[in-house]
Each structure stands twice: as structure tokens, then as C-alpha cells.
């Protein structure tokens, strides 16, 4: 069965402490796996997607990596601004199109 | 303006009514999704459409059932609601590269 583990469940930083936040997946053949940020109340906001091993992309603060089994978000040196709960989610090879598997996420609170 | 709105945004309604909660979106994306948030248990996926004529059941369709009316509006309905049906409801919509795209949430309380 497909399946995204996110852990921690909850993370508390203070502004500038580096950290990361990992998503650990179980598919047949992975498609793509994506990075969206969700504030209280809000939908989820769309922020990376990675397709193979190896592969990085970064924004301000944010950097995903993927190897063959999770993915790690890091952040370097958080603001308040980044607190949010950071949902990660995957695509299987063969899955209905477009059709993703989400984790429960990992809460950050960035105290300044 | 957004690009995926829903309506309404809260919703307070009692077991047995039937209600609708409405998606539309100006992406000009095909696909469209509905999904629904619960505390602890992450997005779940109820109903996915990929054009207006295809509509395929997600992970949780039961007591759910949806219309697309056009490229661009995809509805929501509980034929006859019940509390276990309290949550937040997401509308998406996926581009070329399946990323996707939320609406602002409709946060539904049966009573």
C-alpha cells in the first residue's frame, strides 16, 4: 500500500535555528513528490516538486532534497513568518493522474 | 482575485439536511479534485474529476456525491449530512505538471 510518513508531528524552533523536517514514503514507482505549505485556516499552497533521486530545489528559506525512499525540507535560519504546518505528498508511477497521497504533516512554530 | 475559490466558507447545518458546497476555479485547469481535512488523519480525497464528462470516486466517496457544470465549477454535495461529516472541505485543481491547487476551505459543521 502507498503510504507518506511525515515526521516530526510537531517542531518548535527559534528564529534562526536551522532544522529539517523529513517525509518518508513507501510506493511502487514514485511519479513525483510534492511540498506544500498550509497556514491555519487556509489551503495548502503549492511550493516544490521533485521527480528523482538527487534532485534539489530551493526558495528563500526552503530547500527539498529526495533520495529513493523520503525527502528532507530544510530550513535555514527560520523566521516567525515561516511558522506553518509543511504537508509533503507523492505520486505513484501507475496511480490515477495527478491523483497524490499526503501526509499528516509537521507543525513549525518559529519563536522569535 | 484567487485563482480557485469555494463557497460558502463556513457552514453550520443539522443531520439529515442536504447541502452543497460549490468550487470554482480560473486556472483553465481540466482536473479538479475535492478533498476533506480532518484533525490527525491529513487530506483525504473524496471525488476527482478530469474533465466534465469523467468523475471517479476518491478514497472516501461514500455519503458524497459531486457535478462538474462546466471546466470550470465542480460541486460538493452530502445528500443527507451527518455529524461524522464535520471538517474542512478542500477544492484543487491540477496543472500541467500535477501540481496542485487549493481553494480557501469551506469549514463544515453538522450538528
Known amino acids: 500500500e502507498d503510504q507518506v510518513t511525515q515526521s516530526p508531528e510537531a517542531l518548535r524552533l527559534q528564529e534562526g535555528e536551522s532544522s529539517s523536517l523529513n517525509c518518508s514514503y513507501t510506493?511502487?514507482?514514485?511519479?513525483?513528490l510534492f511540498w506544500y505549505r498550509q497556514d491555519p485556516g487556509k489551503g495548502p499552497e503549492f511550493l516544490f516538486t521533485l521527480y528523482s533521486a538527487g534532485e534539489e530545489k530551493e526558495k528563500e528559506r526552503l530547500k527539498a532534497t529526495l533520495t529513493k525512499k523520503e525527502s528532507f525540507l530544510h530550513i535555514t535560519a527560520p523566521k516567525p513568518e515561516d511558522s506553518a504546518t509543511y504537508l509533503c505528498?507523492?505520486?505513484?508511477?501507475?496511480?490515477?493522474?495527478?491523483?497524490?497521497?499526503f501526509g499528516k504533516g509537521t507543525k513549525l512554530s518559529v519563536k522569535p | 482575485d484567487a485563482d480557485v475559490t469555494q463557497t460558502p466558507r463556513n457552514r453550520i447545518t443539522k443531520t439529515g439536511k442536504r447541502i452543497m458546497l460549490e468550487c470554482s476555479q480560473t486556472k483553465g485547469h481540466d482536473r479538479m479534485y475535492w478533498y476533506r481535512q480532518d484533525p490527525g488523519l491529513g487530506l483525504r480525497l473524496i471525488y476527482y474529476s478530469f474533465d466534465v464528462k469523467d468523475i471517479n470516486k476518491g478514497e472516501i466517496s461514500d455519503g458524497y456525491s459531486v457535478s462538474r457544470q462546466a471546466q470550470a465549477k465542480f460541486s460538493l454535495s452530502l445528500e443527507s449530512a451527518i455529524p461524522n461529516q464535520t471538517a474542512l472541505y478542500f477544492c484543487?485543481?491540477?496543472?500541467?505538471?500535477?501540481?496542485?491547487?487549493f481553494g480557501p476551505g469551506t469549514r463544515l459543521t453538522v450538528t
Open positions: 505528498a507523492v505520486q505513484a508511477l501507475g496511480g490515477s493522474q495527478g491523483n497524490l497521497i
Open positions: 510506493v511502487s514507482g514514485l511519479r513525483g
Open positions: 484543487a485543481t491540477a496543472g500541467e505538471f500535477d501540481e496542485q491547487y
